[in-house]
């Protein structure tokens, strides 16, 4: 029998009212378009109350319940990915709940996180609340194994007042992991390994660190007011949380097809629009740009033809420009199909993490970012994720991103080294990227 609740709800542009009124929710996971314009600005989902959250951390994967929590299992060895995938096989709903929201792109599932390194927290949920911007319709709906309990704290949580949480306030400056004279150091060592042949490419990144007092929360709803980036997120951590305003989509897949979309390429945004113009067709006519660029879409499209059908994987488009609001980038995006006998997120693992992020090739580009960053990435160019329980998934790469973990704050800044690349270029990229994140915290 298919009782799941759908119920019609207020259509707002903005979802910040919204977050705050579900932020005293534990588990509470936004995903946000980002409200601006463009092609991938349509969805915001918003959910809590996660009735199994999966986690990883030191290489063991734990699955905990309301009532009780597995550690160290052997099924998995690790591996977050078939950890969720189970979860969500199991927990599936019957067909007809799916069909009847089959207007909507998630229709309860997985959504979480996926460190670069060995770290993860990933909620399945039975209910979410859904925003349309370009239907300018709001849906909330629980499927039938949606708790009593559950629905009846969402319904409360929805005629309630909404939350204001206590300022964010930094309580010193950023502070760089490298000094410009040892991002030098670690740039002549990754060019000496591109020198000898070990890589084409390396993505070189600085982690940026100070202390904070406050609420993320305020943090994010101030910063989404001037920052609007397509796959951006806002997710609860047990000490804190994961505020992204990632730009770039790593893998989508909608009945089957495969998108993928590397960033690779960036310039600076302008006050004055003829030097942002001028800036952005400098990007366009690069030809350094542009061979980064394409080396990434070469990696990736061997990655996606490891599970999509042989034939499937096309670049759809190349050297895009897409502006944000304090870049330009080049984007492609590239197309396949995936195996039937596949699962998203075993497309996902497969691919994980973007080579838009690593290098080329993957491996030995990942060995020379361990050597030569001197503190790890954490969430950092890792994904946030949603899985939906028909199969449908979406996905960032988590830069532009910042962790909190209380009392600490951290966000990160990178760029691609190829053979041309010239130092003081990529250290200040590295700046360009993030300076309006940490400029506007201030």
């Given amino acids: 029998m298919n ?13 910040a009212a919204l977050l ?7 588990g509470l996971a936004f995903l946000d378009s980002g409200n601006g314009s463009g092609e991938n600005v349509r969805y915001d989902i918003l959910s809590a109350l996660p009735d199994v959250s999966i986690t990883l951390q030191d290489g063991k994967v734990s699955i905990h319940t309301e009532n009780a929590t597995e550690e160290n299992l052997n099924d998995f060895a690790g591996d977050i990915f078939a950890a969720v995938d189970q979860a969500l096989s199991r927990m599936a709903p019957a067909q007809p709940s799916l069909e009847t929201l089959a207007a909507l792109p998630f229709k309860g599932g997985a959504i979480g996180y996926f460190g670069y390194e060995s770290v993860a927290e990933v909620g399945i949920y039975n209910w979410a ?7 300018h319709h709001t849906t909330l709906f629980m499927l039938p194994n949606c708790s009593e309990a559950t629905r009846l704290r969402i319904l409360t949580t929805l005629a309630s007042e909404t939350v204001t949480p206590q300022p964010f306030v930094l309580r010193e400056n950023f502070r760089a992991n490298f000094s410009a004279a040892s991002y030098k150091a670690a740039f002549d060592k990754v060019q000496d390994y591109i020198q000898a042949g070990d890589c084409y490419q390396v993505s ?6 100070a202390r904070y007092d406050g609420d993320p ?19 609860q951590r047990s000490n804190g949380a994961l505020l992204s305003f990632s730009p770039e989509r790593f893998i989508s897949v909608v009945d089957g097809k495969v998108t993928t979309q590397p960033i690779k390429g960036t ?3 302008a006050a004055d629009s003829a030097l942002d113009k001028a800036l952005a067709e400098d990007l366009l006519n690069s030809s350094k740009d542009r061979a980064e660029n394409l080396m990434i879409v070469d990696l990736l499209r061997n990655d996606l033809g490891t599970l999509c059908q042989t034939g499937s994987v096309k670049v759809e488009k190349l050297f895009e420009l897409q502006s944000f609001s304090n870049v330009h980038h080049l984007v492609s995006t590239i197309n396949g199909t995936l195996g039937d006998e596949h699962s998203a997120l075993s497309l996902l693992r497969n691919c994980f993490p973007g080579g838009s992020i690593t290098g080329a090739p993957k491996k030995r580009a990942m060995e020379i970012i361990e050597e030569v960053e001197p503190d790890g990435r954490k969430v950092y160019c890792g994904a946030v994720a949603y899985v939906s329980f028909d199969g449908r998934m979406d996905t960032n790469i988590t830069i532009r991103t910042i962790l909190c973990e209380a009392p600490d704050v951290f966000c990160w800044g990178g760029g691609g080294i190829v053979a041309d690349s010239v130092w003081h270029q990529e250290y200040q990229e590295c700046y360009d990227k993030i300076n309006n994140i940490i400029n506007s915290l201030r």
Avoid: E, W
């Fill in 129 to 135: 609340i859904v925003v349309d911007h370009q239907q």
């Fill in 3 to 15: 009782n799941t609740l759908i119920k019609d709800l207020p259509y707002d542009r903005d979802s």
């Fill in 217 to 235: 929360l305020s943090a994010y709803l101030q910063l989404r007011q001037k920052i609007h980036s397509p796959f951006a997120a806002y997710m």
């Fill in 204 to 209: 070189l990144a600085q982690r940026f660190y």
């Fill in 267 to 269: 310039r600076p945004r």
């Fill in 20 to 26: 705050r009124r579900f932020a005293a929710l534990p």
